[in-house]
């Protein structure tokens, strides 16, 4: 027993120094102390999204190859759930690298912070796509490869049977037809619930999904004159409308208020008629649907069809020690080819006419030029301001509210009510 | 043993029915998650709710878990998440034990008010402390060995001993094998003493010997929280090579989410736990077997 | 000393006696000496990392609760005496989590330690397959709680494997609700999602005091003709008597820091019927970036363990 007991702490120790020399090894070439002024790291959100990663390392070999390169980036992926966790953490600690990826609404947050500098770049941004540059106080922050953007899908065939026009983009839904439309589709007895608008997802997805909806009935998130108060905006009559509306879907059957975990499956396995969701889930439906899946634009719910700005884009952090040769990274990668790779392999809008001219599905007449189309004509940032992340979690909470049951003007004034508060003990966001 | 025997039959056959049922309980969540890891998305969904969903049936096939290895580093999380838990396991049976030994064996002055303090540490949800513990543990030095000089830096972040050290020390352990070594009677130490054994050859030779079960017990929970820690990896470790297993699942959720994936890795990563526990588990009864001790 | 939240036993005579009078021999004085050393030698690794890793950032965060500090912000920190402290006790959504972690540790406790003891029992003896159940019973705690919550999001839904399973045992007669979506059924829902996954943990605990009760005092009652019945409320049960304030306690504890199912599967929803003081504390910390109301929210939490904790030791303290 005893000569066992005296074993297990030798290995103990062996184990002990083992690991912290492994860890020695391995110790992060993340951090900023080990970056030496000829290498500079860039954070992505995509680990686990294998064609994603790819197409940025493949960016990223390109550039480190090239003769001009003004340093040598070395790209370091975290899973995108909990990516913000993860920045936060480290910018707290003082440890972010030079180059981060940002979900574009929370830009003017990090800049305040002064996490980021304003980019200088050589490229002439001018022709991208609005929602990809993100900007605020007048300059520019960070700039994206692509966006995203939100529509309907439906089986043609369901539409048919049901009598109901499909929505184009000439033509979007109306308040009125879309009732008829679900009414008919419910009818056909098919589904439970006709409708899926994701109402069981979290996070940034309440507010990228259903604020465009709160915006078509003529209301916002936040009065943007000087973004210091939501007061008579997010819980005035319009956005009263809005949620009575939002709830109305519900008590009708006409949508489950809280979907399934994974939206997309259910309606492919003929859960659902009409599925409200983003541009990334067209390629999967087309692939099991053919020519039977129709995209529509979504529902003009008085003001026009209105679909959320801004997905993932790139900044520079101020601390970076290198800045010229992130800023020179970033030019780099704005080129067709490089965006027109990373849009293609992500399945998103490129943000350039010239990227999307290179693959053949955004290209004219491809098959998802309408989603090119759709961020064009439909698309509204979320609201730039630093207070972004914490209407975000307000406007997310209400609509959880609302769909549970609760009083809509009720729910509203209480996120109203914490906003403002927000606000003023910042200051009023003001630098 | 009064008890006539058809009585008992019938009471053993009651008995091994409850077993069956509290089993099937326990067990139906983790079978799901099995089978459905060899099936493919639509197949997982559309068997969601008929008994189908616990067996394997339809297109059965390990592509899920071929899947998994392309787009995880998954042989590598796990070898980071035996190694830390290991770690963090061995250095943690020895410390708390030794801690717990002195507040209980030896006449320590002012030990009570120590086994108190240690014990409230007990109430402090590691989420309340996460954030101010990575500004702390950013300030702590780090020791780098290169050649023959010892280098000295700031912060821990990014390492492994970030993910061992903070969790070796923990007063549930202290308190389980403080509570063993009360049943150990005292005598022992004393014949021991009498022989000229020093307080740590007490420790080493009497009293851990004897302390088998509190071992198992503490290896076990010990085990546990390394191995699913989740929250502090994810804050203070940035490097890929250097991340555990519960940080793979995030790997998983993307736009389109892969369910039949995340039930293989989930599957792949519960695996090491149960064979694990098995092994300890039969170490558990052996030592209570073998050392005899009494309540 | 009714502080610590764990039961302690009763000190021997020894222990509170004095320290040896000047008198005593010059042998015993260094024997003394020496047993501090060492003593206090054994006692500082664990010490200081605990000081280091729990006592210290805990204080900094209790800090921070009379701050302005925020996560991210360019404004400096200032000082703010109890404001926090007004603003969490004047919000509705605050008293809801308590409410809410109250109703959650009153059933979780009882219920969890009742099904726990039942296992170990059924599992305590020696039989063929022993080691199977055993093995079985304690795989929900082996199984990552993120892993667990997703596992019974799915289970959960309305035309899920949980209705299903109620509608085929009760030939039609029971019509699942919606559980996770219905403020009545959300808590009741994720109590016995928990209770699934823990009560294995605290069958291991309890299966470590019944090993630790002597086999003779069981033959002894049997020789008596003790029915089943009456060996457990005389010989298991009085046995039991350490353990049985340990899983309390720690059932408690953990009832109360209710977060990852919470996280995963509801958010706190519907309408506030499952968010938890934890659950509150890093929603404002991390994804609102109000660190120093967060640590606000910790440090309240901590005080009222700290009370139930005590009240706990003193209705189960020892009688002699």
């Known amino acids: 027993m005893n000569k066992r007991f005296t074993r297990i702490l030798a290995t103990s120790i062996t184990a002990a120094a083992l690991v912290s020399s492994l860890g020695a090894c391995g110790k992060g070439s993340a951090s900023a102390t080990s970056e030496g002024s000829n290498e500079i790291t860039m954070w992505t959100h995509n680990a686990g999204n294998v064609e994603e990663l790819a197409a940025i390392q493949g960016v990223v070999d390109a550039y480190n190859q090239s003769s001009d390169a003004k340093a040598k980036i070395k790209v370091q992926a975290f899973p995108q759930d909990s990516y913000n ?21 929370n830009v003017p947050n990090w800049a305040w912070a002064k996490y980021l500098t304003p980019l200088k770049l050589s490229t002439d941004l001018s022709a991208n796509l609005p929602s990809t540059v993100a900007k605020w106080e007048g300059e520019t922050y960070a700039v994206g490869h692509y966006d995203v953007a939100l529509a309907m899908l439906a089986r043609a065939s369901d539409l048919k049977a049901a009598g109901v026009r499909a929505a184009t983009i000439e033509q979007p839904w109306t308040e009125d037809e879309f009732q008829d439309a679900l009414t008919k589709l419910k009818a056909l007895g098919k589904w439970e619930y006709p409708l899926d608008m994701g109402t069981a997802g979290s996070g940034e997805w309440l507010p990228y999904g259903y604020s465009p909806l709160l ?22 009559d319009k956005a009263v409308e809005w949620a009575k509306w939002f709830r109305g879907l519900a008590d009708q059957g006409f949508m489950a208020t809280k979907s399934g975990k994974d939206s997309t499956q259910d309606f492919l396995n003929n859960k659902s008629g009409v599925l409200y969701t983003g541009s990334w889930a067209a390629d999967k439906a087309r692939a099991s649907l053919g020519e039977d899946l129709v995209v529509m634009p979504t529902v003009d719910l008085g003001n026009g069809p ?15 020690a290198n800045t010229d040769a992130a800023m020179d990274y970033l ?21 350039t006419e010239e990227a999307a001219a290179l693959i053949p599905e955004f290209a004219e007449g491809g098959a998802n030029r309408i989603f090119m189309d759709f961020s064009r004509k439909y698309a509204v940032m979320r609201p730039e301001t630093p207070a972004y992340p914490f209407i975000a979690t307000e406007y997310g909470k209400a609509v959880q509210d609302v769909l549970a049951g609760a009083d809509p003007q009720g729910a509203l004034d209480k996120a109203v009510k914490a906003i403002d508060a927000n606000i003023k003990s910042n200051g009023g966001y003001k630098n | 043993m009064k008890n006539s025997p058809r009585l008992s039959t019938l009471n053993n056959a009651g008995t091994m029915l409850l077993r069956i049922l509290f089993a099937a309980v326990a067990a139906f969540p983790i079978v799901f998650m099995l089978v459905s890891s060899l099936k493919p998305d639509t197949q997982i969904f559309g068997d969601m709710s008929s008994a189908a969903a616990f067996l394997p049936v339809g297109n059965i096939s390990f592509d899920n878990y071929a899947a998994v290895f392309d787009r995880v580093p998954a042989a590598r999380f796990l070898i980071n998440s035996i190694g830390i838990s290991a770690v963090t396991v061995v250095l943690g049976i020895f410390i708390n034990s030794l801690c717990a030994f002195a507040l209980s064996r030896m006449e320590v002055r002012g030990k009570r008010v120590v086994f108190t303090v240690i014990l409230a540490t007990l109430i402090v949800p590691f989420q309340t402390l996460a954030l101010p513990l990575v500004w702390w543990v950013n300030q702590l030095p780090y020791f780098e060995l290169s050649g023959f000089s010892l280098e000295i830096s700031k912060g821990w972040l990014d390492t492994y001993q970030v993910q061992i050290i903070p969790f070796i020390a923990n007063a549930f352990s202290i308190y389980l094998y403080h509570q063993y070594f009360e049943s150990i009677p005292k005598e022992l130490d004393e014949a021991a003493r009498i022989d000229g054994a020093g307080w740590f050859k007490i420790y080493r030779q009497v009293v851990m010997p004897l302390a088998g079960p509190a071992t198992a017990t503490v290896a076990i929970l010990t085990f546990l929280p390394a191995w699913n820690s989740y929250l502090w990896p994810l804050m203070v470790v940035q490097s890929e090579e250097l991340r555990p297993v519960m940080i793979g699942i995030q790997y998983f959720f993307q736009l389109n989410v892969s369910w039949g994936e995340v039930m293989a890795y989930a599957s792949l990563i519960t695996v090491p736990v149960v064979v694990l526990f098995i092994a300890f588990q039969k ?10 001790v009494k309540g | 000393m009714t502080t610590s939240p764990l039961p302690t036993r009763p000190r021997p005579a020894v222990a509170t006696a004095p320290a040896p009078l000047p008198s005593a021999p010059r042998h015993r004085r260094a024997g003394f000496l020496r047993e501090q050393i060492s003593g206090w030698g054994m006692i500082a690794p664990a010490a200081v990392l605990l000081l280091l890793f729990v006592f210290l950032p805990a204080i900094l965060g209790f800090g921070l609760a009379f701050t302005n500090a925020r996560l991210i912000s360019p404004r400096p920190v200032e000082f703010v005496g109890t404001d926090n402290f007004a603003r969490l006790f004047a919000d509705p959504t605050f008293w ?7 109703y959650f540790a009153v059933v979780v406790v009882p219920v969890q330690s009742a099904l726990a003891l039942a296992m170990a029992l059924l599992i305590n003896k020696k039989f063929r397959g022993v080691n199977f159940f055993r093995t079985v019973y304690f795989l929900p705690v082996v199984t990552s709680m993120v892993v667990v919550s997703l596992l019974w999001l799915f289970m959960y839904r309305k035309d899920g494997l949980i209705n299903e399973l109620l509608s085929t045992f009760s030939f039609g007669l029971i019509q699942g609700a919606d559980w996770l979506n219905d403020p009545a059924t959300a808590m009741p829902a994720i109590i016995a999602l928990s209770i699934w996954q823990a009560a294995g943990f605290h069958m291991i605990i309890w299966l470590a005091g019944l090993q630790s009760i002597s086999g003779e005092l069981y033959e002894a009652a049997q020789l008596d003709g003790a029915s089943p019945w009456h060996q457990f ?28 199912q919470v996280s995963v599967m509801t958010q706190g929803g519907p309408l506030d019927s499952t968010t938890t003081i934890i659950y509150e504390a890093v929603r404002s910390g991390f994804k609102q970036q109000e660190t120093s109301y967060a640590s606000a929210i910790s440090l309240v939490f901590f005080v009222l363990v700290l009370l139930i904790s005590a009240v706990q030791r003193y209705l189960t303290r020892e009688k002699d």
């Open chain 1, 85 to 105: 966790d993860s920045v936060v953490s480290a910018a707290a600690a003082g440890k972010l690298p030079c180059i981060v990826d940002i979900d574009g609404p």
């Open chain 1, 215 to 236: 915006q078509s009935f003529g209301a916002d998130l936040i009065n943007r004159d000087g973004f210091q108060t939501a007061d008579g905006v997010l819980n005035g």
């Open chain 1, 306 to 320: 209105k679909i959320g700005g801004a997905s993932w884009q790139w900044g520079v952090t101020e601390g970076c």
């Open chain 1, 331 to 351: 030019s780099y990668s704005l080129k067709p080819e490089n965006m027109a790779a990373v849009a293609k392999a992500t399945g998103t809008i490129p943000a």
């Open chain 2, 283 to 292: 170490s558990f009864i052996n030592s209570i077997a073998s050392s005899g």
């Open chain 3, 96 to 102: 809801r989590a308590l409410l809410n972690v109250t």
């Open chain 3, 233 to 260: 409320r005389y010989v298991t049960w009085p046995g039991l008597k350490h353990t049985r304030s340990l899983v309390l306690v720690t059932i408690t504890i953990q009832a109360l820091g209710l977060f990852d």
